[in-house]
Each structure stands twice: as structure tokens, then as C-alpha cells.
């Protein structure tokens, strides 16, 4: 059957997307050596989730401090993902990646070795620490792919990696079992995560360099906070830093409600938060002197609503992503009757999609060039999908409901990706700050609606109000693809001058080339 000439240009076109990935270039080690990087540090970011049950009767654990444990791992992330995109812009990726992925293994180990509640929270706090190291992967990767495959690479980085998760669930329990029996097994389950992850650390600093050969890595001349280019965008990075607080005091209310933390604590708790605030508050007004004075010419800014816009839309999808994979579970159970372990299964299709669903949506980006009407239209599917999903009652078939499901991460992962096709290409010099930013958001969206949910449990509803969250989710979808009607057109937001190679051959000759030459 012949081809005609668009389905040719397509076909070759996504043949190209795959050799983005599979060339075999120091382009791909760079991507393989970072996502598998990433992928470690979600083992080690979740490695307690498949063993609560037996942390609980191990430690002699409440069902509050249980939950507690769950927000002490999420919690630090949120400012976390900001500090650790400051860094990175500073001192470059390897040389992070490698540190935050050596440092785990100290409260990982801390909390593996634990026999109160006390030093397991403690440790959990700083163990969070590594889900920050997504945001480093993110400006490694955009220093190796040019814009107009950043989308497939991140896209592959980010789907790739957050099968951290999944195998976390699959691999640590049956390593549990082998090394050991009864029921501290999990400890050697969550030590052999952490153990792993600091000797991958010291083997990252072998396999990757920050920038290719022949370019320099460029920083932003102020690391200690997001550089705006304008006034307005001076406020809009202010703005931006509200929400980040204000979800750590919920968090801190919520420990509070459930008497996890006394009333002392929680004080002592949102001093330091409004401490935080205020640091980096005044951070911005010292590395931001020139965009209130409005000093920089037009050529050199770039539109900070592009950095707001993202960060909403990721709270969206990537905050969804959290909370249904987390509630889809139990909510399957109940629902339909299931036995946990069967409701587990389905609900878990969520997670596994994302090997597809988020690369897939950063090539879409990608070869369609159009950025910003896949954006929209994605979060458009979001709001349609979760809509669909609060009608979900013990009437349907379970096939029906998992198939709904499968649809709507197709859109929610999606958007992951086509998110992060934008985001390195906002401001190089800085993608490591925007990329932190953009990811706290993701957290912030996450720790909201699980929010939601906990203020929502009644007698009728012992787990919250799925049904609402559900709603909540396509309600924000919608809004938010309505206002990225404003983000800027689909050419890269600041172009910087970068001597990429312009097509996988033509890197690959020029390796070639070297080789014969040496």
C-alpha cells in the first residue's frame, strides 16, 4: 500500500523522534544516563509505599501517623524542587544530580534503621528531598537537545523516570523477601533503595558532562532567585512564592488537626515557614534590581506569564497525576467491590500509561510545532475525562471504568510532557529555577486536592469525596486551558544563541568523523 506524501513526511517524522532516543551519540547516553538517574531517585522518593502495612506493625504505628508519614515525604519536595533549581543553575547538573542522590542515602538509611515515630518523620522529611531531582534532570537534558526535540527528550526523561514509582511497588518487596523474612523485612527492602541510589551517584559523575564539547554552560547572573525581565514580572515571581507557602501551612494544619503535631510545634512549624518567605523575598529583591527599575531592553525579555501559565497548568496535570494514583485504588474497591490487591491492578494502569502517555505528549508537541494549542487542548481532555469520571458508581462495568481511566491519563500525562516542551526553552540561563518552580507546582496541585479529600471525609465518605475531586480537577483543567490562551506563541520564548547539532545525522558524521580522525 503506497504512502501518500503527508503520511510519508509523518512517518518520517516520528522516526526521527526515535532516534532522538535510540541514536547512539553521547546525546543519548546524556538522556538514558539522567532518566535512569531520575528513575533511582523515584525508587527512593516512594520506597514506603509498598511496605506501610508492615512499617506500621513493625514501628507499632496509628493510622494518623501512617498518613503523617505519607505527608512528611511530599512535603519538603515543594520548597525543595525551588532550592535545588537554584542550585543547579549555579553549579551545573552532574555535580547535583550526583549529590542529592548520594546525600538520600543518609536519611534513607536513617529511616530504614528507625524504631520510633519521632526519627521516622524526621527522616521522611529529608528523604522528600530527592523527589527535587527531577528538576535537575530537566536542565541537563535541555543542554544536550536542541528545541526542537526537547519535547521527545524530556518527554521520554520525565515518562521514563517516574517509573520510579512503579518500580519501587514491584522490585522493593520482592528484594524485601529475598534478603530477608518476618516483619522487618522492609528494611532491608527501603536500604538496598537507598544503597543503589549513592552508587549510581558516583557513577553519574563518570557517564555525563553538563554541556556537549565546545559549549559553555550559561548561568544567570543571580542564582538566589528567579531573574524577571520586567516590573510586572517582578511581581508575578513574588506572586508565585505565596503559593508555596501557603501549601506548607496547610500541611502543617493538617499534621496539627490530626495531633501529630501539638500546638507548640505547629507554631514553631510556620515561623519558619514565614521565615522562608520572607528570605526568599528578599532574594528576589536583591537578584531583581534591574527588572524593577525596568533596565532591560526589549530584545533581552522574556514574558514571565509564560512561567505562571506553566506552573497552573502543571498543578493541573501533574498534581492529578499524585492524587489519583494515590485514591484510584481504594476508590476501585469500594466501588466495585473488588479485593484490594484487584483494585490495586486497575488502578495502577494510571501509573503504567505514563511509559507512553508523557513521552508521547512531548512528540506530539514536537512534530505538530504548535506547543501551546496542544497544552490546551490536552487540559480540554482533562476536563472532559474527570467529568466523565465523577459519574463513576457500582453501575458500570469495571471494564468500562478502568478503560475511562486509561483515557484520562492519556491527557493528564500528556500534558505533563507538553508542559516540560516549554518550560527549558522560557530562559535558558535560568531553566534550572523555572523548572524547580514549575515543578513545585506540581506538588502544590497534588497536596491540594489530597486536601480536599481529607477535609471531605465523612461517615458516608471514609475516604473524602472522590466524586468532587474528580470535579474539581476538570473545573481547574478548564480554567486553566482557557487563561494559556495568553501564553506566548509556539516559537521558543527567548532564543538564545546555542551551535547544536541541527539533525541526529548530521551529529552522528560528525562523531563518526572525530573517531577516524583520532
Same mark, same amino acid.
Given at each position: 500500500?503506497?504512502? !501518500?506524501?503527508?503520511?510519508?513526511?509523518?512517518?518520517?517524522?516520528?522516526?526521527?523522534?526515535?532516534?532522538?532516543?535510540?541514536?547512539?551519540?553521547? /546525546? /543519548?547516553?546524556?538522556?538514558?544516563?539522567?532518566?535512569?538517574?531520575?528513575?533511582?531517585?523515584?525508587?527512593?522518593?516512594?520506597?514506603?509505599?509498598?511496605?506501610?502495612?508492615?512499617?506500621?506493625? =513493625?514501628?507499632?504505628?496509628?493510622?494518623?501517623?501512617?498518613?503523617?508519614?505519607?505527608?512528611? @515525604?511530599?512535603?519538603?519536595?515543594?520548597?525543595? /524542587?525551588?532550592?535545588?533549581?537554584?542550585?543547579?543553575?549555579?553549579?551545573?547538573?552532574?555535580?547535583?544530580?550526583?549529590?542529592?542522590?548520594?546525600?538520600?542515602?543518609?536519611?534513607?538509611?536513617?529511616?530504614?534503621?528507625?524504631?520510633?515515630? !519521632?526519627?521516622?518523620?524526621?527522616?521522611?522529611?529529608?528523604?522528600?528531598?530527592?523527589?527535587?531531582?527531577?528538576?535537575?534532570?530537566?536542565?541537563?537534558? #535541555?543542554?544536550?537537545?536542541?528545541?526542537?526535540?526537547?519535547?521527545?527528550?524530556?518527554?521520554?526523561?520525565?515518562?521514563?523516570? @517516574?517509573?520510579?514509582?512503579?518500580?519501587?511497588?514491584?522490585?522493593?518487596?520482592? +528484594?524485601?523477601?529475598?534478603?530477608?523474612?518476618?516483619?522487618?523485612?522492609?528494611?532491608?527492602?527501603?536500604?538496598?533503595?537507598?544503597?543503589?541510589?549513592?552508587?549510581?551517584?558516583?557513577?553519574?559523575?563518570?557517564?555525563?558532562?553538563?554541556?556537549?564539547?565546545?559549549?559553555?554552560?550559561?548561568?544567570?547572573?543571580?542564582?538566589?532567585?528567579?531573574?524577571?525581565?520586567?516590573?510586572?514580572?517582578?511581581?508575578?515571581?513574588?506572586?508565585?512564592?505565596?503559593? +508555596?507557602?501557603?501549601?506548607?501551612?496547610?500541611?502543617?494544619?493538617?499534621?496539627?488537626?490530626?495531633?501529630?503535631?501539638?500546638?507548640? #510545634?505547629?507554631?514553631?512549624?510556620?515561623?519558619?515557614?514565614?521565615?522562608?518567605?520572607?528570605?526568599?523575598? *528578599?532574594?528576589?529583591?536583591?537578584?531583581?534590581?534591574?527588572?524593577?527599575?525596568?533596565?532591560?531592553?526589549?530584545?533581552? /525579555?522574556?514574558?514571565?506569564? =509564560?512561567?505562571?501559565?506553566?506552573?497552573?497548568?502543571?498543578?493541573?496535570?501533574?498534581?492529578?497525576?499524585?492524587?489519583?494514583?494515590?485514591?484510584?485504588?481504594?476508590?476501585?474497591?469500594?466501588?466495585?467491590? %473488588?479485593?484490594?490487591?484487584? #483494585?490495586? *491492578?486497575?488502578?495502577?494502569?494510571?501509573?503504567?500509561?505514563?511509559?507512553?502517555?508523557?513521552?508521547?505528549?512531548?512528540?506530539? =508537541?514536537?512534530?505538530?510545532?504548535?506547543?501551546?494549542?496542544?497544552?490546551?487542548?490536552?487540559?480540554?481532555?482533562?476536563?472532559?475525562?474527570?467529568?466523565?469520571?465523577?459519574?463513576?458508581?457500582?453501575?458500570?462495568?469495571?471494564?468500562?471504568? +478502568?478503560?475511562?481511566?486509561?483515557?484520562? =491519563?492519556?491527557?493528564?500525562?500528556?500534558?505533563?510532557?507538553?508542559?516540560?516542551?516549554?518550560?527549558?526553552?522560557?530562559?535558558?540561563?535560568?531553566?534550572?529555577?523555572?523548572?524547580?518552580?514549575?515543578?513545585?507546582?506540581? @506538588?502544590?496541585?497534588?497536596?491540594?486536592?489530597?486536601?480536599?479529600?481529607?477535609?471531605?471525609?465523612?461517615?458516608?465518605?471514609?475516604?473524602?469525596?472522590?466524586? %468532587? $475531586?474528580?470535579?474539581?480537577?476538570?473545573?481547574?483543567? %478548564? $480554567?486553566? #486551558?482557557?487563561?494559556?490562551?495568553?501564553?506566548?506563541?509556539?516559537?521558543?520564548?527567548?532564543?538564545?544563541?546555542?551551535?547544536?547539532? *541541527?539533525?541526529?545525522?548530521?551529529? %552522528?558524521?560528525? !562523531? $563518526?568523523?572525530?573517531? *577516524?580522525?583520532?
Amino acid at each position: 500500500m503506497k504512502q !501518500t506524501g503527508a503520511q510519508s513526511l509523518v512517518v518520517g517524522e516520528f522516526r526521527r523522534r526515535a532516534g532522538v532516543v535510540a541514536a547512539a551519540l553521547p /546525546r /543519548r547516553r546524556v538522556l538514558l544516563s539522567s532518566t535512569f538517574a531520575f528513575l533511582v531517585s523515584f525508587v527512593v522518593w516512594f520506597d514506603m509505599a509498598p511496605f506501610m502495612t508492615s512499617i506500621g506493625k =513493625s514501628v507499632h504505628l496509628t493510622t494518623k501517623q501512617l498518613a503523617a508519614l505519607t505527608l512528611c @515525604n511530599l512535603v519538603l519536595c515543594v520548597p525543595g /524542587r525551588l532550592l535545588v533549581g537554584k542550585a543547579v543553575d549555579r553549579f551545573g547538573p552532574r555535580r547535583i544530580y550526583a549529590g542529592l542522590l548520594l546525600f538520600s542515602f543518609i536519611p534513607n538509611t536513617v529511616f530504614a534503621t528507625a524504631h520510633s515515630f !519521632t526519627v521516622l518523620a524526621v527522616s521522611r522529611l529529608f528523604v522528600g528531598l530527592i523527589g527535587a531531582g527531577f528538576v535537575v534532570g530537566i536542565r541537563l537534558v #535541555a543542554e544536550w537537545f536542541d528545541d526542537r526535540d526537547m519535547g521527545t527528550a524530556t518527554g521520554f526523561y520525565g515518562g521514563w523516570g @517516574n517509573f520510579g514509582s512503579a518500580a519501587a511497588a514491584i522490585g522493593l518487596p520482592l +528484594i524485601a523477601t529475598f534478603l530477608a523474612h518476618g516483619p522487618g523485612a522492609w528494611r532491608w527492602g527501603v536500604f538496598t533503595a537507598g544503597a543503589v541510589a549513592a552508587v549510581y551517584g558516583i557513577v553519574l559523575l563518570a557517564l555525563v558532562r553538563d554541556t556537549p564539547n565546545g559549549q559553555t554552560y550559561r548561568r544567570p547572573a543571580h542564582t538566589g532567585a528567579l531573574e524577571a525581565t520586567s516590573r510586572p514580572g517582578f511581581v508575578a515571581v513574588l506572586a508565585l512564592l505565596v503559593p +508555596i507557602a501557603g501549601v506548607l501551612a496547610l500541611v502543617v494544619e493538617r499534621l496539627h488537626r490530626t495531633k501529630i503535631l501539638s500546638s507548640g #510545634a505547629m507554631v514553631v512549624c510556620l515561623i519558619g515557614i514565614g521565615y522562608f518567605l520572607v528570605h526568599q523575598v *528578599v532574594r528576589a529583591f536583591g537578584a531583581n534590581r534591574r527588572a524593577i527599575a525596568n533596565e532591560y531592553a526589549p530584545e533581552d /525579555r522574556f514574558p514571565m506569564r =509564560s512561567v505562571v501559565l506553566l506552573c497552573l497548568a502543571y498543578a493541573v496535570t501533574f498534581g492529578t497525576e499524585l492524587t489519583v494514583i494515590s485514591l484510584l485504588p481504594t476508590y476501585f474497591a469500594k466501588t466495585f467491590g %473488588l479485593h484490594i490487591a484487584a #483494585a490495586g *491492578v486497575a488502578g495502577s494502569m494510571f501509573a503504567f500509561t505514563n511509559l507512553v502517555t508523557r513521552p508521547g505528549g512531548g512528540i506530539v =508537541s514536537d512534530v505538530l510545532g504548535k506547543r501551546r494549542a496542544t497544552i490546551i487542548w490536552l487540559l480540554l481532555g482533562v476536563t472532559v475525562s474527570f467529568a466523565a469520571m465523577a459519574t463513576i458508581n457500582s453501575k458500570w462495568s469495571v471494564a468500562a471504568g +478502568i478503560a475511562l481511566v486509561m483515557v484520562a =491519563s492519556v491527557f493528564v500525562q500528556g500534558g505533563n510532557g507538553a508542559i516540560f516542551s516549554i518550560v527549558p526553552a522560557v530562559n535558558r540561563r535560568s531553566a534550572g529555577q523555572i523548572a524547580g518552580i514549575v515543578g513545585a507546582y506540581g @506538588n502544590i496541585g497534588g497536596l491540594v486536592l489530597s486536601s480536599i479529600l481529607y477535609f471531605t471525609i465523612t461517615p458516608t465518605h471514609k475516604a473524602g469525596d472522590v466524586p %468532587l $475531586v474528580f470535579m474539581v480537577i476538570a473545573g481547574s483543567a %478548564l $480554567v486553566v #486551558a482557557v487563561l494559556c490562551r495568553f501564553l506566548p506563541n509556539d516559537a521558543p520564548v527567548m532564543v538564545e544563541d546555542r551551535d547544536m547539532p *541541527v539533525s541526529i545525522g548530521a551529529e %552522528l558524521a560528525a !562523531t $563518526v568523523e572525530e573517531a *577516524v580522525a583520532s
